[in-house]
């Protein structure tokens, strides 16, 4: 494949003091002593810019990890730990400015300090939108609450990049439980449930009007989607608007809403379903480092059937347009 420019956008990293927050370290694959993921995680500087340069990976857009400071109890520690977190990011970003750029980490505990700091974030640190990871203690972003935050990301002109988390408790006990603690953990998480509920997240968005009162809104979601392409026309005929109260289809506010990465899905299936319902104009190249290898990713952008048009756009150009990188 010729040489051109390689933009991963659903890269992570974290702060010690927000991952002790929130308890992070139950993941069984960073609970290990001295474990490299961890390590990776935490490394903002020479590790990771070596890992990158032996995938042939131009850019990172750097996030901090799920479940980030979204579930945080205490809406003032959210606030604070989420703005340590973005400075410390911006602080890498300033070193590094042709290898890094960065979503903000938001505290919607509280959703107006969350609106505050994403207008910080984007005007006074120069990132490029935000990350949400999933629900807020329970509560989903059709919640009129978050009404104050969505208002801003339109107003910005960024991105919401809608990540996975954990289910909520009962959800968790009830679907996900009785078997060993690892593959319980996996089976609510990366395995599946983390996709699950992100793409319920995006048809309550739908079907709550969010984006008949934030028609400008964009959205960005991973992992190929999130299972909703392979569903997409299941929803609609189920949920058209003699059902739902609302102007459109289902499919229609989610092509003209939301953005698609490639994050942690490496194989073709998923990629051509995704291209096929979604446009090579709406999908975006991820790899999801640290937790999957970012010579997996690359060797997805080598093998794809994709016109060379196509192979840029996802490539960098979408990134590019998107996020206005240069």
Same mark, same amino acid.
């Given at each position: ?5 390689v ?31 961890a390590?990776?995680? !935490? ?29 945080? !109890?205490?809406a ?30 938001? @505290?919607?505990?509280? @959703? ?15 990132m ?14 059709d ?9 801003r ?27 060993? @603690? ?11 449930g983390?996709?699950? !509920? ?26 190929m ?14 949920l058209?608007p ?11 506010y ?26 090579? !104009?709406?999908?975006l190249?991820?790899v999801?480092?640290?937790?999957a @290898? ?26 590019e ?6």
């Open positions: 494949m010729r040489a051109m420019r933009i991963a956008l659903e890269e992570h990293f974290w702060t010690p003091a927000v991952a002790e927050a929130i308890g992070a370290l139950r993941n069984p694959d960073t609970t290990a002593s001295q474990s490299p993921l390590a990776n995680l !935490e490394d903002l500087g020479e590790g990771r810019l070596a890992a990158m340069d032996a995938a042939g990976i131009d850019l990172q857009v750097i996030s901090h990890t799920t479940p980030g400071v979204q579930h945080l !109890e205490d003032a520690t959210a606030v604070t730990l989420a703005r340590e977190s973005n400075d410390q990011l911006a602080r890498a970003v300033d070193e590094h400015p042709d290898r890094f750029a960065a979503f903000a980490t938001l @505290p919607t505990p509280d @959703p107006s300090a969350a609106a505050d700091e994403l207008e910080r974030a984007v005007g006074e640190l120069g490029k939108g935000a990350m949400v990871n999933g629900h807020t203690s329970g509560r989903f972003l919640d009129p609450a978050f009404d104050v935050l969505l208002a990301f339109e107003r910005l002109g960024v991105p919401l990049y809608l990540h996975p988390t954990e289910p909520v408790p009962a959800v968790r006990d009830a679907y996900y439980t009785g078997f060993n @603690p690892a593959v319980s953990w996996f089976l609510s998480a990366a395995a599946w983390w996709h699950a !509920e992100t793409a319920l997240h995006v048809l309550r968005m739908v079907l709550g009007g969010v984006f008949d009162r934030h028609p400008q809104l964009t959205l960005v979601i991973g992992h989607g999130e299972m909703l392409p392979f569903m997409l026309a299941r929803v609609d005929d189920n058209p003699k059902v739902t109260g609302l102007d459109r289809m289902p499919s229609e989610i092509l003209d809403h939301v953005h698609i990465t490639t994050s942690g899905l490496f194989t073709l299936p998923p990629l051509l379903c995704t291209l096929m319902v979604f446009g090579a !104009e709406r999908v190249f991820s999801d480092w640290p937790y @290898p970012n010579q997996d990713g690359r060797r997805l952008l080598e093998s794809a059937p994709l016109s060379p048009d196509d192979l840029e756009r996802i490539a960098h150009g979408n990134a347009r998107l996020l206005g990188l240069t």
